[in-house]
């Protein structure tokens, strides 16, 4: 808040700078979108290519071929072992939303978070990211913290997610480098650049480097002047039981879809499909063609797990945010 004896041009610049902020967010970026659509068409078009390749090989058609994997996966253990790997990551998920929010912006309580991350999965369908926009506009209504506050938190969680799936796609790589593709070889050197890049990041918000820099004293950065080293500390802590759940899970569902995989396998691959299945395409699509690449050898079984997982996930939280759906109106209504 500004001090009554500020002066009134100071105020005006401190209330009008969110709303300078916003309307350059707003703007529509077709680059983006042209980006986005190059993706998904190159992403369709390998997958087709790699799939009829192998459907010819086996001298059938592309359908009849993708019909025999479905039909030769164990789905009533698949589809256990899944809704109970959404469940227990929808309770990780609001818990690492919970205490970012409790050590950055304000004190909430973890089961008054659930409502409000259950109904943002419902957006996620389309693209994480806009999920984590309607939790800001969803607190902002709720509980009248600043948007631009609550905005600032959800980008330091999604700034952590990036640090913390590196983090232990390098443990992956440290444990099973040999038995990786080559492009894996890269990885010390992105893991090197990463961490010199959080130095340099912790340094500056810290205001012991570049102390003169107004970037930082953004509003919609705050949280980043606030944070210190051990809270991205324990947000690895407490992200990391669902990135561990999830290889186990994953394991178990390839194997499930007929592919042999060990844990060492997928502890390097999962994180970096996960940044593929960030990725705004129809269906994931760049995540199940990074399943295709790194299983070249299972190419119909591959994109098959890749389809069923990854929307299955999606969707299955989205139905999670329906059951929470009616709570979270009430609460928006009532306030």
């Not at 600043?146 to 980008?155: F, K, R, T």
């Not at 186990?248 to 007929?258: D, S």
């Not at 119909?300 to 969707?315: E, K, R």
Request: glycine fraction near 6%; charge should be neutral; hydrophobic fraction near 55%.
């Amino acid at each position: 808040m500004t001090e009554p004896s500020e002066p009134a041009e100071q105020q005006a610049s401190e209330i009008l700078e969110p709303q300078e902020e916003a309307a350059q967010i707003r703007k529509p970026n077709p680059v983006g979108r042209i980006v986005l659509l190059i993706v998904t068409v190159a992403c369709f078009g390998y997958l087709y290519y790699r799939l009829n390749g192998a459907a010819a090989r086996e001298g059938m058609s592309l359908l009849g071929y993708m019909t025999e994997v479905f039909a030769n996966v164990n789905w009533v253990p698949w589809l256990i072992l899944m809704i109970g790997y959404s469940l227990f990551y929808f309770l990780i998920d609001t818990l690492v939303v919970t205490k970012a929010l409790n050590w950055l912006l304000a004190d909430i309580k973890y089961k008054d978070i659930l409502p409000i991350r259950a109904s943002a999965y419902i957006i996620s369908i389309f693209n994480e990211q806009i999920g984590k926009g309607a939790m800001a506009y969803y607190l902002n209504k709720r509980d009248q913290i600043p948007g631009w506050e609550v905005g600032s938190v959800m980008l330091f969680i999604m700034f952590c997610e990036i640090f913390y799936l590196l983090i232990w796609a390098s443990i992956g790589f440290a444990f099973g480098g040999g038995d990786l593709p080559e492009v894996f070889g890269l990885m010390p050197y992105i893991a090197g650049g990463a961490a010199v890049f959080f130095i340099i990041w912790l340094l500056y918000f810290n205001g012991k480097l570049l102390p003169n820099n107004k970037l930082k004293d953004r509003r919609l950065l705050h949280a980043f002047r606030l944070a210190k080293p051990w809270h991205y500390f324990m947000f690895f802590l407490l992200r990391s039981p669902a990135l561990l759940a999830a290889v186990v899970v994953y394991t178990r569902a390839l194997n499930l879809f007929g592919v042999e995989a060990s844990f060492i396998n997928l502890l390097p691959y999962l994180p970096v499909i996960f940044f593929a299945a960030a990725v705004p395409t129809p269906m994931r699509a760049a995540a199940i063609t990074f399943w295709v690449i790194l299983f070249p050898e299972n190419e119909g079984q591959m994109a098959a797990f890749g389809f069923v997982q990854h929307n299955f996930f999606i969707l299955f939280n989205a139905g999670i945010g329906l059951i929470f759906w009616r709570r979270a109106q009430r609460e928006l209504l009532t306030d």
